[in-house]
Nanobody, 119 residues
Framework: QVQLVESGGGLVQPGGSLSLSCTAS????????MSWYRQAPGKARELVAY???????????KYADSVKGRFTISRDNAKNTVYLQMNNLKFEDTAVYYC?????????WGQGTQVTVSS
């Protein structure tokens, strides 16, 4: 069955960096659009970034305006893993970060990893 396992969350000071990973199993990873979402307390879950294939070897990335220039999404199809490099973290980046795998009408979610930005 489809399984997504996030890791890499933690506590970081403002201006710091964290790298999240999401390792997938149970499906053909390279065919799927992979996304990172986040949900802060009392707020709706929001899209942070996604990376989607547009051909056999090319991928397109898209970012929320709030993270452009600070976050980078990447994937390693050989390792069935998608990454989110987060730099210059701000207080407002505090949230649970979720990985999502999408193909057609199918969406699959990981369990989430907590990121806390605090001084």
């Amino acid at each position: 069955q489809v399984q997504l396992v996030e890791s890499g969350g933690g506590l970081v000071q403002p201006g710091g960096s964290l790298s999240l990973s999401c390792t997938a199993s149970g499906f053909r990873f390279s065919d799927y659009t992979m996304s990172w979402y986040r949900q802060a307390p009392g707020k709706a879950r929001e899209l942070v970034a996604y990376i989607s294939h547009i051909g056999s070897t090319n991928y397109v990335e898209k970012y929320a305006d709030s993270v452009k220039g600070r976050f980078t999404i990447s994937r390693d199809n050989a390792k069935n893993t998608v990454y989110l490099q987060m730099n210059n973290l701000k207080f407002e980046d505090t949230a649970v970060y979720y990985c999502k795998a999408s193909y057609g009408w199918s969406d699959n979610w990981g369990q989430g990893t907590q990121v806390t930005v605090s001084s």
